[in-house]
Each structure stands twice: as C-alpha cells, then as structure tokens.
C-alpha cells in the first residue's frame, strides 16, 4: 500500500482552498484565515521506487506546479487542523477507472485498486466543536465520504454470491404479516390483494424478484398511478386526470408536425421535414436533497439517456435546468436536522449539473432558479435535455422473437437500489440514514462513449429499439420494452462491478449509464465490435420471445415467470377524492413605501436577481449553434428571456427554448399558477422573435401531496388549466412527467413544498436571423408596452418583498392574449422591434430596468400613459403588478407607423423612450417625477446577491 | 485538385470533434473523425493526412488534470508517428483541451522529448467559466495560423486554462495569441483574461510556427450569428474563421 500526498508549490494560488475560506467565514468562523487543499491517492500495490516515482512524475503531481510527499500524513504544526475525507467504500470513486487505465499505458500492471481523498489543512484558531461543524457542513457528505482516522484507506473485499432462490410467503400469511409486506414493498392494499389473487390462480407464492419487478412497475415514479386514477371532484368524476386534460388538449388539437406525444422516453416533434426534435425534463429532488453533487448529475445522466432512448436514439443538443431552493441566507437554526444547508445544496447541484453536462458536451441555455423557505427540506431538481434525430427515427421501433437484449455501458452496482420506491416517499430526516444506495455519483465520460457509439449504431442500422435504464432499472427498461412480445434474461451474464450482487439487485439496480438494446442477432456481432471500437461495455443479456411472459433466470434457474399481461395491466385503479377549498388570502392595506428602494429590494431579491454566478459555469457554447444566449447585451450580463440554437450548422432554422414557473401564484390558486407558467413561457418565446405555429410544452409537476384530497384537488385544477390555455395557444403537450410526494416530516410537523408546475416549451423559427435580445439598442428608441395592465399583486415579488402573499392573482385570458401575441410576431418578422423582453418577476419595473442596464443605456417613461384594465391608482401598483400577456417592445421611431399599424387591435401604448443618459426616469400618473436612479445602480442590486 | 486532409482526433470524452471538422470544412478541408484506439490499433495512419487537430472536450473525465491521460497515452503509443508527422512538415492544432493535451505531452512548446517546463492548471477564479474574450495575435509569431489575423473574438469555456511555466520556458515561448481588453491593451486583468494566465498568454507555437494551440474556441465563432452581440449590428464574418483557412491555405501552398 502507498500513499501520495500532493499539493501545490508555493507560488501557485489554491483557489480550492480560497473558496472553503469563504464558505467557512459564511458559517461565521472568521478566525480561519487559510485552508490548503491536497490531493491524496492510495495505491493498492507493492511498487518499487522507480515504478512509485514514474507514476507521481507522470500522473499525479504535476512537475511545474505541485510537489508529491510519499507515506502517511505528516504532523501538522499547531494552529493548523489536519482533516482527510475519503470516499465510503462501496462508493465508486470516479477517478479509479481512469488512473488504473493511465498507470496501466505506463507499463505498470501490478497496481491492484486506487483510491483518492482529499486533506483539508485549516489554519487559525477553531475549538472542536467549530472543527467539526467545518466537516459536517462543507467537507464531508456523511452518505458518501468519511474522515480518515489513523488507520490507511480500506480496500475492502466483496463477499461472493451464493445463489439461494428466495420466495414470499403471500399465501398462508396472517393480515399483519400482509401489511407488513406491503409496507416493504410500497404496494396498496388494494395492489396486494390482486398479487396474492394472481399467485393463488398459480398455486404458488411469488419469489422476491417477482414482487419486486412489480413493485418498481406499478411504483408511482414509473405509472404515474395519480394522473390515471379516478378521481371524486366537486361532484364530477374524472376518469383519468391526464387522459382528460394534457393529452386531450394534444388530441384535439392534431397537429401533424407532432410526430410522438407521450408514449416514448421524450415527446418528438418535427424540425424541418429531415430532421425531428425531441424534449424531455425530469425531476431527480430527492437523491438531490440527499447528496446535491451525485443526485444532480445523475439527474442530468438521467434525462440525457431519455434523449437517447427516443425512437431509435437521438443526439443530446441542448440541456435546460430548473432549481428551487430554500433561501441561500436561510438561518441555520430555522434549518431542520440532518438537511443540508440550501447554500449547500445550490452549490453542490449547480456544480453536479454543471460537472456532468459540460463533460457530455451539451451546452446547458436556459432555466431558472427559485427560492422559497418551504424548499428547503425538498430542493426541487428540474433537467431537461433536447435531442436530435433523422425525422425517419423518431418512432420507437419493434423487435421480434429472437431478437437479442443488449446491455451497454457502466456496469451494474447496489447503485440506487430501491430509488424508484424512494422517489415516490417522503422524506424524513432518518432518509439521509436510509438512503445510502439510492445516491451515486456519476461518470458522464461513460455516457458521453455511450453517445458517440449509439449515434454511429444507429447510422449502420444496427438495432431495432433502445430505451435507457433510469428508474427501476433492468426491471423497467426490459419489462416495458418486452410487454407485447416478452422475454427471458439471463441475470448471471449482467457485467458487475463487484461480486456480491444477488440475481434481484441485479434486476432492480439502477447503476448509471446503462442502456438496452434490442439487436437481431445477424447485427449482433457488428454491433459488439462497435462497442468494442469505443471502449464501452455491451453484452448479451437475454433474448426477446413471443409468449408474452417475462423469464428471468440466475445460471440454470428460472427465477421470475410473470405474465406480461399481469404486469402491465394487473394493477388495480386507485380511486382518490378531491377537493379545493379556496385559501383565504387578504389584499393588503399598506402606504406605499419609497419607491426606488422597492424596485432595488425587488430586483436585488433572491428570485429576480442575477444568475451569472451559476450560468457561467456552464459551457453554453459547446456544439456551436447558440444564436441568442442565456446572457445578453452590451457586456454580456443581461438576462436573455428564451435561447435559440441552430441544432444544424449549415442551417438558418432555430430552435427556441423557454421555462416557465410559477409557484408563488399556486399558494393563492394553481389553477392560474399553470395559466401564468404557460402565458409566461410562450411569451418567452415571442419575446426573442419566435412565434406560436409551432411551439410544444412539457408539463413537470411537483406537488407537496397529491394523495390528501386538498393537493389532489390542486393537481386537478393545475391540469384544468394546461387544457383550457393549451387548446387556445394551439400549444399541444408532448411529454411531462410528476414528482407528487414531496414532503419532510420532522417534531410531527409536516413540511409542504409549493405546488410548483414547470412549463417547458421548445419552438421552431424558420430563420434565426429574425431573433431579438432583450436589451436597449440606442437612444431615441420608441418603448412599447404591449398588453393591460390590472391591480394584480397577488403572489407578486413586490408583495412578497414586503411579506404580503395578497389574493388578486394574475389571470390570463388566453384569446387575447393569442392574438396579442400573433400580432406582436408579426411585427419581430418584419423586424419592426429592435428589442423586446417579457414581463414577469417584478412586472414593468423590473422589465425596464433590466432592459436598460442590459443595452447600458437610460429610460424615461411616464406611467400615465400605460393601458389599465381597470383604474389602479398607485404608481407602485403600475409598476410591480404582475398582470400577465404584457410585452415591453423598442421601436425605431422610423418603424412607428408600421409597428402601430399591426398591433392597432391589441391594447398597447407608447409609455416612453430610451436616452443615451445612464437613468431610469420613471414619471407617475399625477405626472411628476417619482423614479429617477442610474442604471449602474441598479445593475448592481441585481447583480449582487449572487455574486459568489 | 488534392483534398487537404484533416483527421479530427477523438478519445473518450472529446466533445467538441463535430463542429471543429465542420469549421475546417468550411475552411476547405476534407476530415475524419478517428477515435484514438484505430491509431493505436493501426486502423487508421496519422501518415495519411496533413492536418492534426485535437479538439476540446474533457477527455478521460480530465481525471488527475486536464488532458493529461491522453497526453500519456499519445507521448507513450503514437509518440513515435507523432514525431514523424512533425518531421514531415505538417500541421497540429490544439484547441481548449487539446491545448491541455499537446502541453502535457511536450509537443507544445516542443520539442518532444524535453521536459516541458510549462503546464495548463486551474483557473484563479478556481471555476470553469463560459464567457467571450478578446484576443491580440502577436505580430511577431511565427504561427502559420494566425497570420494576418490583429483582433479576435472568441468564447473560451474551461476550468484549467491558466498558463504556468518555468521562467526561462516562458521568456522563450512563441506566444501568439494574447488575452486583451476591449482596445486590444494587454495586461487588462480579470475578466479579460479570464484564467490568470502568465503574460496573458491564451495561445502558443512551436519553434516551426506549424503546432499551435489555443485555450478560446475559434470552431464556435466562424458565422455571424455566433456573436454574442450580433443581435446588437456587432457581428462581423466569424473571427475564428480565419485561423482554419490560414491551415488550409498553407498546407495548399505546398
């Protein structure tokens, strides 16, 4: 065994070490006044000296900037701690693969295992209790890590598997005993009984892996059983919330450029006649909430093999995220135990996302990031990825009997086991106890071979149909693949990477990386050769048959017999009651306060603020086709409403890309949350120069509870919603997806997030050259505001800003709000409009201060002359009211006439002009001057809170 | 006429091979995608073509620094053909992590076999960051890329782009291409140079002028509509443009 400690030479600045000295200050220590940060290896091996040296030399401890120590932990002078975080074992340490493969092109081929962990050297005055709140908050992630003591780094042996065949004893148990099992396995009652009913027909218990196969089939994560459960609401009964809502509002409108809605991994829809789009976004909260790194980016693993597992697999383009956190300046004392600090959280999901998708090459173009006390237990992980795909591909294809099962990718590991059952539950605080296996850390270079060699397997026709391994693993991914034909898989041929693994971990395991391939076996060689070729992992696991049963065997026993008919659709319906009381809010009755301190509080707020810190740290340009970027304007800084990308480079047709989300609104009626999200995100797309022929929605929905009567009845309200606006858009749903428990639970008392609906949209713009940023073009431009105005605060950032929640919530209207929008493309088409930005967070005043420090130019604009729906007779009210459909447009004055022309049947007025003059000027109904405040000045409100 | 052919070298975790071959084909060239392992499997030859290229990406995960597995990998099992390529008088190109991966080899700055005195390593932000920077080309380079280039706007996106080296490496190194202000003044700070590399330095050569390597992306900004501020009448014809058809013009002029 060796150990090697590097660290940098002297001169070099550690920036690692520089940002713990920050992080610990937050926590207020300011007595550390510096941390160094090394890196240390163990080396399983008996080296001789110049094997060791070789390997430092080349591979470890760069020879201009770091020096290399060899043997254990030097004794630090006093006043300097020492701490040394190693990975738990069994987590896979994702520098392992890659140092054995590179000591391995140095000739050196006795080296056995290596392991790496980190030593943290503090300096400055710390008691221990202060040391150890150092290491619980920031340097070690108990479900993963561990501080080393004095004895070296473990490499541990597994244990071999013996195969012993386990039953369930279902029927000769008594009915605690029944409940017990269900418990165990997260079924119903109800679920239960129609098991025990169908093994009675067999005369027969079930073995373990049959219940659990079940289990992850019938979870909530994997049947959505909520959207298709009949529903008691209001005296109505709604016979499949999704069926009657979503996915009817995508029927009725029948569009022939939707291409695949809601039957594959993304819904697809058509680009240019050649190529076809897909769009998909997952939720990965809870492993989030856990281990913030691990969940993230196996969120975004997740999400991004969807893209592939579409029709016959699609090229991951684009990579939006959406987060909701609590509030970053949360007290620790209102922190619940054993919950990560929201801090912690945004900057280990930020640097997950981001960690993992710029290794795959995805530029990552749009999102948001929320923040809301109620957060904080249940951090909501929004990702989504774009995919792109020959339009001839976009269909999930069909294998026959004889077909082979391919496996591809990373190897199968105890790696989530039981993630998909835990998705679905609530979190308490002994979750961060319990759910050890359901967190890993990914290794998105395995998924990026993966892309690279699907792509060119598709090209060469290779397989038939693929879909990817996520939730529920094996057990989801062949079950769902094989129910109109049916299967047997050999478990024992699963490529692992441990001994140990029982043949129902190996089902159920939910190890990243993974893909299944259905292949004819006249392709099956050429097809393991390509795999080869790029050094990812293929094998054959099984073959597809034609008596609709699933077979699973372990060597030469048959461990699972099921009917694929039982399995899909042997699940008894859930019948659930709703109801939605309307909640009680009050408008509320307050003096106006100053108003340029208010607009500085609301753009300075944690939701309105600058995001720069996270965008940046994506790689937004990778693949080259960003057209309008997520920042914008004169320096780069200003925040672009939807992105645009051209997927297809000798091309000038774009793709728009737009968030919309509004949990705030859903406190006083989710009903209009969902209305606003959608009206939010098209007008997103119409900002930037888009238009609503062609522009599809995904819906996300993350309930605190959906199986009390009170969030079921929010839910059915929310969907009511995606319908009534949806078929007016003419905006059709093509995929979505729920994340309906999300709850924490602590000292009795039940801690709910917000109803939070995510609308996602992706657009199709014939030419890119038609796009708009949002930012100020020149002084002497026309400002527009295009849109009514109404007395609508309620669950504003205004209000919010000074703790009101209010009732008048924006509505939408979405006729016209329609035709506003038709009109208003209609003008960025004949490129009559040289900037324009939606309003949103913070209403006008937001709108114009951010255009104006984006294009850095200045504003005066007089409030009287901005359409009202109805008299509001406070400038404040004007300002911040959130009314939805409005629109801020600049005009060359040249342009007016013709701009005025086609937007006559819409409300709108001239409200002002751009200066060259460095202030906003905002003049009040009474027609003095009640704003006036340099732009500089409020850039720098906004751009502050962030600023890490 | 003869195709100018250019083998774009992937290895697992290279990302940014598609639109570097697209730009060099813009730029008139013919190009492969060849994955390291039909190099070393002798599947593909090096010998067959004119132009290296190594674009970015993370390769290997960039695990234990970035670049540095495949620059073992590279220094170790095609060092030999690598050498024979440069000997014949043709061309490599390093961009972002093939910047990295030419530096830890030794190709850059050259030649091979010396130590090199010099390495690419975290940024001082300590963070990977996406943002456009402008660049000098220094006028007295002998890069055959960047000739008759001044002024360029290009995006970098890397966390290990800060130039270190050996005194006497950097007094000696061909730097061509410098971070600078909006002006084109060097020594403008950060966010300029967006890394903290020593002497601003975003590019560099070999003694021949013919191995060039730079930290910003020049396949990202080879259209109009690449520009961040294109939106904003400030897009010219794609800055990075020409660095790929100088490649191209100089292998033709043979």
């Known amino acids: 065994m060796h150990r090697v400690e590097v660290c940098l030479k002297e001169q070099l600045p550690d920036a690692r070490g520089q940002g713990l000295v920050r992080d610990i200050h937050d926590l207020g220590m300011n007595t550390v006044s510096d941390v160094c940060v090394r890196d240390v290896y163990w080396l399983d091996a008996e080296l001789n000296p110049d094997e060791l040296k070789l390997i430092c030399r080349s591979l470890l401890a760069n020879p201009v900037t770091q020096h290399y120590r060899l043997g254990p932990e030097a004794k630090t002078e006093p006043g300097i701690y020492s701490v040394e975080v190693a990975y738990n074992a069994g987590v896979a340490d994702p520098v392992e693969e890659t140092a054995m493969k590179a000591v391995l092109d140095l000739g050196v081929d006795s080296v056995r295992a290596i392991k790496t962990a980190k030593r943290y050297l503090i300096s400055g005055q710390l008691g221990k209790d202060q040391l150890e709140t150092i290491c619980n908050r920031l340097l070690v992630n108990p479900i993963i890590q561990h501080v080393v003591a004095e004895e070296p780094v473990v490499f541990p042996e597994n244990p071999r598997y013996s195969f012993k065949l386990e039953h369930i004893d279902l029927l000769t148990v008594d009915q605690s005993q029944r409940c017990q099992i269900a418990q165990q396995f997260g079924f119903s009652t109800d679920e239960l009984q129609a098991i025990t009913g169908y093994f009675k027909n067999l005369g027969r218990n079930p073995t373990d892996v049959e219940l659990e196969t079940l289990a992850q089939t019938w979870s909530e994560h994997c049947v959505h059983k909520t959207f298709k459960s009949k529903i008691y609401f209001n005296g109505t009964v709604i016979d499949n919330l999704l069926r009657s809502t979503i996915v009817k509002a995508t029927e009725e409108l029948d569009k022939p450029w939707c291409l695949s809605v809601f039957e594959d991994n993304a819904g697809v829809i058509d680009f240019d006649g050649q190529w076809a789009v897909c769009f998909k976004v997952e939720t990965h909260n809870h492993p989030s909430a856990i281990e913030p790194y691990g969940g993230a980016s196996t969120g975004i693993g997740g999400v991004v093999r969807d893209i592939m597992g579409t029709g016959l697999s699609a090229k991951p383009i684009a990579n939006t995220d959406v987060f909701c956190f609590g509030p970053p300046d949360l007290p620790y004392d209102r922190l619940p135990p054993a919950v990560l600090h929201p801090r912690r959280i945004l900057k280990g999901v930020r640097a997950g996302v981001a960690d993992y998708g710029n290794r795959l090459g995805i530029p990552t173009l749009n999102g948001a990031i929320l923040f809301d006390e109620r957060y904080t237990a249940n951090p909501l992980v929004y990702c989504g990825t774009v995919g792109l795909m020959p339009k001839k591909l976009a269909l999930p294809g069909k294998q026959k009997p004889g077909d082979l099962v391919v496996l591809a990718g990373g190897r199968t590991g105890r790696d989530g086991i039981h993630g998909v059952t835990f998705a679905s539950e609530q979190l308490t605080g002994e979750s961060t106890e319990l759910s050890c296996t359901s967190v890993q850390i990914g290794n998105p270079i395995v998924e990026k071979k993966l892309i690279d060699t699907l792509l060119q397997a598709r090209e060469r026709g290779l397989f038939v149909r693929i879909t990817d391994c996520g939730g529920g693993g094996l057990s989801s991914a062949v079950g769902e693949m094989a129910a109109e034909t049916g299967v047997r898989v050999y478990l024992d041929r699963v490529p692992l990477k441990y001994a140990g693994l029982s043949y129902a971990e190996i089902w159920i395991s939910e190890s990243q990386e993974r893909m299944v391939l259905a292949a004819p076996a006249e392709h099956a060689d050429e097809l393991l050769a390509l795999f080869d070729s790029e050094g990812v992992e293929a094998t054959i696991i099984g073959e597809f048959t034609g008596d609709k049963r699933l077979k699973l065997f372990y060597k030469d026993d048959q461990v699972c017999d099921l009917e694929m008919d039982f399995l899909h659709h042997g699940r008894p319906r859930l019948e659930m009651a709703a109801v939605w009381p309307k909640p009680q809010h009050l408008e509320p009755d307050f003096k106006p306060p100053d108003i340029i301190q208010s607009l500085l509080k609301v753009l300075g707020s944690w939701n309105v603020c600058s995001k720069e810190w996270v965008i940046r740290q994506y790689d937004h340009e990778v693949q080259g086709g960003s057209v309008l970027k997520p920042l914008v304007g004169k320096e780069n800084d200003g925040p672009g409403d939807a992105a645009i990308i051209r997927p297809v480079l000798d091309s000038t047709r774009g793709l728009v890309i737009a968030s919309g989300i509004n949990p705030k609104y859903g406190d006083i009626d989710p009903y209009w949350m969902a209305a606003s999200a959608i009206d939010e995100v098209l007008r997103q797309i119409i900002a930037v120069g888009g238009d609503l022929e062609r522009v599809a929605l995904l819906d996300n929905f993350s309930w605190g509870n959906a199986s009390r009567p009170e969030g079921l009845g929010a839910l059915v309200r929310a969907c009511q919603a995606c319908y009534d606006m949806a078929t007016v858009y003419g905006t059709p749903f093509i995929s979505g997806k729920d994340s309906l428990n999300n709850e924490f639970e602590f000292e009795g008392n039940i801690i709910s997030i917000p109803h939070t609906l995510l609308i996602s949209a992706i657009g199709v713009t014939e030419d890119v050259a038609r796009a708009i940023s949002m930012d100020f073009k020149q002084s002497g431009g026309l400002i527009y505001l295009i849109g009514s105005t109404q007395k609508e605060l309620g669950g504003s950032e205004y209000y919010r800003s000074l703790g009101f929640t209010g009732s008048r919530v924006p509505v939408v209207e979405p006729h016209q709000a329609k035709e506003l929008m038709d009109n208003l493309s209609r003008a960025t088409s004949r490129k009559l409009v040289r900037a324009c930005h939606d309003l949103s967070e913070g209403g006008l005043g937001v709108a114009l201060a951010e255009m104006a420090f984006a294009g850095g130019l200045g504003a005066r604009v007089y409030l009287d002359r901005v359409p009202l729906a109805e008299p509001i007779d406070r400038d404040d009210f004007i300002l911040f009211s959130e009314s939805n459909s409005r629109f801020l447009a600049e005009v060359a004055p040249e342009h007016r006439d013709e701009f005025e022309i086609i937007m006559s049947k819409t409300a709108f007025a001239q409200i002002g002009e751009v200066t060259s003059s460095d202030m906003l000027d905002i003049y009040g109904q009474k027609g003095d001057r009640i704003l006036s405040v340099a732009t500089s000045q409020l850039k720098e409100a906004w751009q502050k809170p962030l600023d890490w | ?254």
């Open chain 2, 1 to 254: 006429m003869t195709h100018i052919k250019t083998l774009v070298l992937r290895a697992p975790g290279t990302n940014c091979d598609e639109e570097t071959a697209f730009a060099f084909q813009q730029a008139g060239a013919v190009t492969s995608l060849v994955h390291i392992s039909q190099l070393i499997g002798r599947k593909s030859r090096l010998d067959d073509y004119q132009i290296l290229v190594i674009p970015g990406g993370f390769t290997y995960g960039d695990d234990l620094g970035a670049g540095l597995v495949l620059a073992n990998e590279i220094r170790l099992k095609l060092g030999r053909d690598i050498e024979d390529f440069i000997a014949s008088g043709r061309l490599i190109m390093g961009i972002c992590n093939g910047f990295q991966v030419l530096v830890k080899t030794g190709i850059l700055p050259g030649p091979m076999t010396n130590l090199p005195g010099l390495t690419l390593t975290s940024n001082d932000s300590g963070r990977f960051e996406c943002r456009w920077v402008h660049l000098g080309a220094n006028q007295k380079s002998r890069c055959v890329f960047t000739r008759g280039i001044e002024r360029l706007y290009l995006p970098v996106a890397h966390g290990e782009g800060k130039l270190v080296a050996d005194a006497e490496v950097l007094a000696r190194l061909d730097a061509a291409l410098h971070y600078t202000d909006e002006q084109g003044n060097r020594q403008a700070g950060y966010p300029h140079n967006p890394n903290g590399s020593a002497a601003d330095i975003a590019g560099i050569c070999d003694a021949t002028g013919r191995i060039f390597a730079l930290m910003p992306h020049p396949e990202r900004h080879i259209q109009p509509c690449q520009h961040p501020g294109w939106t904003r009448g400030q897009s010219g014809n794609g800055d990075g443009r020409k660095i790929f058809e100088n490649a191209v013009e100089w292998i033709k002029s043979l």
